[in-house]
């Protein structure tokens, strides 16, 4: 610190040191510790540093000649910025405010030639109008950004400089102005008193806008879209708000699209805030809107094409109807003219898109539609990106109604996208249904809804709570678009997803739940169940399980089996909400089937495991229940054939009581009459069996199991085992 205490005193600096010894004096005292951790240290010699360093800043620039003063002032500002993107709050702060003080000096000289030396034409003094500064744009974008940052520090020091940079501005640009234009005079005056107290990154950029060059303009554009990916900014809603504000006055702010595209592009993916990423969007759309030939010119040159990035950009412009037709002219007037070379990455890709943009013409054929969508489905196997892209087309396009319902001949092909496993074309294809259903007669759409409802029901449990509240809500749409002549099947794939309906009420999303609420509702309209729908319309979600087994007891042991996959679902609240009505829908097969009861025993046993305490409980509350209601004499019997000693012995047996953990092994004694093994005619329960011999390895033969109910008072004479070479028997 002491040393550049010293430099500050020198009268020159060696031609071509300027720049290093600049940087060399940043890098050391800007990444100081904060002054609040500088124990031990002399604060006063710390203050007493940075005021060398200013006067250091001034020397060099009062000391330049005016032919290298703009370039002196454009490599100090151009490393100060980059000292303002550090992640350290002091960094920020010192580097503000070293830019403070260059913007103080700029505003505080008529001309700029206090210490210069005269004599020479090169060395004349610079005045404000011959003094250049091509960061300018980005300089005040980012001083308007850190202006109104969380550090109060740095805000405060980039509001100074604002201040005076707005006054260095006023007294270059006025210059140009007749002296008796005062009404440009009044407008600079006024912002100049009100700019140190703007209440915000909006209104700010307001003020300094109306004066800056094109360039400028676009300048203080990038750096905002460049702020959005800035974790030094915290603040990207005032970000956004610039780019709002810009997109306010467009003729003035947005002048050169490549440029702007290009910073799109190379930022896009790494916005990660929604509303930044929206004002970008925004931002995107105003462009293409405006000036679709440059946008996607400006688009086709990047490399490559269609980079993530890239695709993002055009599905944002295929999102909306107005741009998606301009692009799509565009993109035809491209691929006739490039015939020698692609636009995107393959021959398939190309020929994809010029086919789309034939479904911009509103007098393209239905028969049109299909020769296209051909093309399209190698997509699935080739390019999914660019499958996405199509598909967000037809999304937009759909939105028509003379194209939604010449889209029917695409049905079968955009069905198959729905068991793509991809969440992003699945949802695009339901859009597409969604759309062409809604442009449709009752009669047209029957037919369409009746396929799509069975199509949906294995997107009821997706992991996506997105793509299930999307698909539950078509759901509810579709039974409302069959005809008479469908309802009989409706009602069929309607039942199917009853349960599923039911046990997404308790989705940990209120969205979805409520979504599956609705279409539960109309489940219920379409089968005409007045109890259902009185559930439903009191909200009494706690007696529609009881409901749906009353209403049809015969489907009991269908209604449990359906129930077995959501004990592994991923929400602990859909798990409980299985396990319970299993508690109720299984009580009837006490009668009916008593071996799917022991299955659902095993099933549940599996959760007393569960992480989910109210899980784990409620499934040992119900094993317990269910257990009371399996017959005593139930058995599970296992058959080891490969455990037989020697071909013609007994095969060995373990049993499985109705509990499911008591184990018994024996070999099967009798006598052997015509290739079937007869047990003794006498024989008590599984641990009383005669010749019983403990298993060592009971599981690992992976053997044949069979359940079977024995008699009141069991008499092992009532079962018989067949052996055959190479394969188990069942007892």
Same mark, same amino acid.
């Given at each position: 610190m002491l040393a550049i205490?010293?430099?500050?005193?020198?009268?020159?600096?060696?031609?071509?040191?300027?720049?290093?010894?600049?940087?060399?004096?940043?890098? =050391?005292?800007?990444?100081?510790?904060?002054?609040?951790?500088?124990?031990?240290?002399?604060?006063s010699l710390y203050?007493?540093?940075?005021?060398?360093?200013?006067?250091?800043?001034?020397?060099?620039?009062?000391?330049?000649?005016?032919? =290298?003063?703009?370039?002196?002032?454009?490599?100090?500002?151009?490393?100060?910025?980059?000292?303002?993107?550090?992640p350290s709050a002091a960094v920020r702060e010192r580097a503000v405010g070293r830019i403070g003080t260059l913007s103080?000096?700029?505003?505080?000289?008529?001309?700029?030639?206090?210490?210069c030396p005269f004599g020479r034409e090169d060395d004349s003094p610079a005045c404000h109008g011959g003094i250049h500064i091509p960061i300018l744009g980005e300089l005040l974008g980012r001083l308007i950004l850190l202006s109104f940052c969380k550090d109060k520090e740095t805000s405060r020091a980039a509001l100074h400089a604002l201040h005076h940079l707005f006054r260095f501005l006023q007294q270059q640009r006025c210059s140009a102005?007749?002296?008796?234009?005062?009404?440009?005079?009044?407008?600079?005056?006024?912002?100049?008193?009100?700019?140190?107290?703007?209440? =915000?990154?909006?209104?700010?950029?307001?003020?300094?806008?109306?004066?800056?060059?094109?360039?400028?303009?676009?300048?203080?554009?990038?750096?905002?879209?460049?702020?959005?990916?800035?974790?030094?900014?915290?603040?990207?809603?005032?970000?956004?708000?610039?780019?709002?504000?810009?997109?306010?006055?467009?003729? =003035?702010?947005?002048?050169?699209?490549?440029?702007?595209?290009?910073?799109?592009?190379?930022?896009?993916?790494?916005?990660?805030?929604?509303?930044?990423?929206?004002s970008v969007d925004s931002l995107l759309l105003l462009l293409t809107n405006r000036c679709p030939r440059e946008v996607v010119k400006s688009?086709?040159?990047?490399?490559?094409?269609?980079?993530?990035?890239?695709?993002?950009?055009?599905?944002?412009?295929?999102?909306?109807?107005q741009p998606l037709e301009k692009v799509l002219r565009e993109l035809r007037i491209e691929l006739r003219n490039q015939r020698m070379r692609r636009l995107f990455s393959t021959v398939l890709e190309d020929t994809c898109i010029l086919q789309l943009t034939l479904l911009a013409a509103s007098d393209v054929r239905a028969k049109e539609f299909a020769a296209t969508y051909n093309l399209w489905r190698s997509?699935?196997?080739?390019?999914?990106?660019?499958?996405?892209?199509?598909?967000?087309?037809?999304?937009?396009?759909?939105?028509?109604?003379?194209?939604a319902r010449k889209m029917r001949v695409l049905l079968e092909d955009i069905v198959e996208t729905l068991e793509s496993g991809n969440e992003d074309i699945q949802m695009k294809a339901l859009l597409v249904f969604r759309n062409m259903l809604g442009h449709m007669r009752r009669q047209e759409a029957s037919p369409i809804a009746l396929q799509l409802a069975e199509k949906l029901l294995p997107l009821f449990n997706h992991e996506s709570s997105q793509l299930r509240e999307f698909s539950l809500r078509l759901?509810?749409?579709?039974?409302?678009?069959?005809?008479?002549?469908?309802?009989?099947?409706?009602?069929k794939n309607v039942r199917q997803g009853l349960l599923p309906l039911f046990f997404h009420l308790s989705d940990q999303s209120q969205s979805v739940a409520k979504a599956s609420g609705e279409a539960l509702l109309a489940a219920a309209e379409l089968l005409k169940w007045k109890q259902l729908r009185h559930l439903l319309q009191t909200q009494q979600t706690w007696r529609i399980g009881e409901c749906l087994v009353v209403q049809d007891r015969s489907r009991a042991e269908e209604y449990c089996h359906q129930s077995l996959p959501h004990l592994k679902d991923a929400q602990a609240t859909v798990r409980e909400a299985a396990v319970r009505f299993i508690g109720l829908a299984a009580r009837p097969l006490r009668d009916q089937s008593p071996e799917k009861l022991a299955e659902i025993c095993r099933a549940l046993k599996a959760l007393e495991k569960d992480v989910e305490p109210s899980v784990s409980s409620l499934a040992s509350q119900t094993v317990l229940i269910l257990r009371q209601l399996i017959p005593q004499h139930t058995l599970a019997a296992v058959v080891f054939d490969k455990f037989s000693p020697r071909p013609?012995?007994?095969?060995?047996?373990?049993?499985f009581d109705h509990n499911l953990s008591t184990v018994a092994g024996f070999s099967l004694g009798g006598q052997r009459a015509k290739g079937k093994w007869q047990p003794p005619k006498e024989a008590g329960l599984p641990g009383e069996l005669p010749d019983a011999l403990p298993f060592q390895q009971p599981l690992a033969a992976q053997p044949t199991l069979t359940w079977g109910v024995l008699p009141t008072e069991p008499q092992l004479p009532h079962w018989t085992t067949k052996t055959r070479r190479g394969g188990g028997g069942k007892l």
């Open positions: 205490a010293a430099l500050s005193s020198a009268e020159a600096v060696p031609e071509g040191q300027t720049i290093p010894l600049l940087d060399a004096c940043f890098s =050391s005292v800007f990444c100081l510790p904060p002054k609040e951790d500088m124990q031990g240290l002399d604060t203050h007493k540093t940075l005021h060398a360093m200013d006067t250091m800043l001034q020397t060099v620039v009062l000391g330049s000649p005016a032919s =290298s003063l703009s370039k002196e002032l454009q490599s100090i500002l151009q490393m100060l910025l980059t000292f303002t993107k550090s103080y000096l700029l505003a505080s000289y008529s001309s700029l030639e206090a210490w102005w007749p002296e008796d234009n005062l009404q440009h005079q009044r407008v600079w005056g006024a912002a100049s008193t009100s700019c140190r107290s703007l209440p =915000s990154t909006s209104a700010t950029t307001k003020v300094f806008g109306k004066y800056l060059q094109p360039l400028e303009r676009t300048d203080i554009i990038l750096t905002a879209i460049e702020a959005m990916t800035d974790a030094s900014i915290s603040d990207k809603e005032g970000a956004s708000s610039m780019l709002d504000e810009a997109m306010k006055d467009p003729n =003035s702010w947005l002048t050169d699209v490549p440029k702007i595209m290009s910073g799109i592009h190379g930022n896009l993916e790494h916005i990660r805030v929604a509303p930044a990423r929206h688009l086709l040159k990047c490399s490559p094409p269609v980079d993530s990035a890239a695709l993002a950009m055009w599905e944002v412009m295929f999102s909306r109807l997509l699935r196997h080739q390019s999914l990106e660019m499958l996405s892209l199509v598909l967000q087309g037809l999304v937009t396009l759909s939105q028509r109604p003379e194209t759901f509810g749409e579709v039974m409302q678009k069959v005809a008479w002549r469908h309802k009989r099947q409706m009602r013609g012995f007994p095969p060995k047996v373990a049993v």
